[in-house]
């Protein structure tokens, strides 16, 4: 049996195997703006990373794979990115009608500078 469901962290992630005896865990929307929370529900412990530098590469990727048009794809990752964080509706406001892909960086770097 695998169970799902609103699995955001570890705790959730134990939780959700004590209550259902379940083989294995499914996470979905837990991930969104978060890839790193597999690692830290098997370990207990986030990795450690710089997030700016995190959301450029995962930009980048997106980049090199649907050239230019990847900014529009990435627009909605980057905001998974940002949720919760102070600022959140300002910056999204900013990174969804800018199409200059170095000030996109740029606002980047400084929204999620020293984040991690």
Known sequence: MIA???????ESALSAES???????MIGRGALGRPWIL????????PEFDLADL???HLDLML???GLHGLKVA??????YAKGKKGLAEFCQKV????DL???????KDFFEGEG
């Open 96 to 99: 969804y009608v800018e199409t």
């Open 19 to 25: 209550i259902t005896g379940a083989d294995g865990l």
């Open 64 to 66: 090199d794979y649907y």
């Open 55 to 57: 959301v450029l590469e």
């Open 4 to 10: 799902n469901g609103d699995i955001v962290d570890r």
């Open 75 to 80: 627009r909605k990752h980057i905001a998974w």
């Open 39 to 46: 690692s830290e529900i098997e370990t207990g412990k986030k």
């Open 102 to 108: 170095k000030k996109v960086k740029l606002m980047i």
